[in-house]
């Protein structure tokens, strides 16, 4: 199973900018994806989180500014990231917690990772 981020990028402050991650390979079953970001020397946090048949979770900082989305029939999710700020440079990560087959157990898999520069 792999994880493919797209669509970071350089953005003034105050612009959009929107992330994808596809998850590929044998996958059954995808209990939730999300995002997760990183600046350089911080711990990786989430940003937002899709769980199946849960409530959306968003962090604090980005509340009423991102919105995560899935595409399940193409094992998609997107970040929709609105009025950004350079406090949200970041390095931002698909995160994901699948089964490859029923039998499996549920095991986490993380994308590579796509920088996201905000300037002011």
């Known amino acids: 199973v792999q994880l493919q981020a797209s669509g970071g990028g350089l953005v003034q402050s105050g612009g959009p900018l929107r992330l994808s991650c596809t998850a590929s390979?044998?996958?059954?079953?995808?209990?939730?994806m999300g995002w997760y970001r990183q600046v350089p020397g911080g711990q990786r946090e989430p940003v937002a989180i899709e769980t199946t048949g849960r409530p959306t979770t968003y962090s604090d900082s980005v509340k009423g500014r991102f919105t995560v989305s899935r595409d399940n029939t193409k094992n998609t999710v997107y970040l929709n990231m609105s009025s950004l700020n350079p406090d949200d440079t970041a390095k931002y990560y698909c995160?994901?917690?699948?089964?490859?087959?029923?039998?499996?157990?549920?095991?986490?898999?993380w994308g590579q990772g796509t920088l996201v520069t905000v300037s002011s």
């Open positions: 390979g044998n996958i059954f079953n995808i209990r939730l």
């Open positions: 995160y994901a917690i699948l089964q490859t087959t029923p039998q499996d157990a549920q095991f986490a898999y």
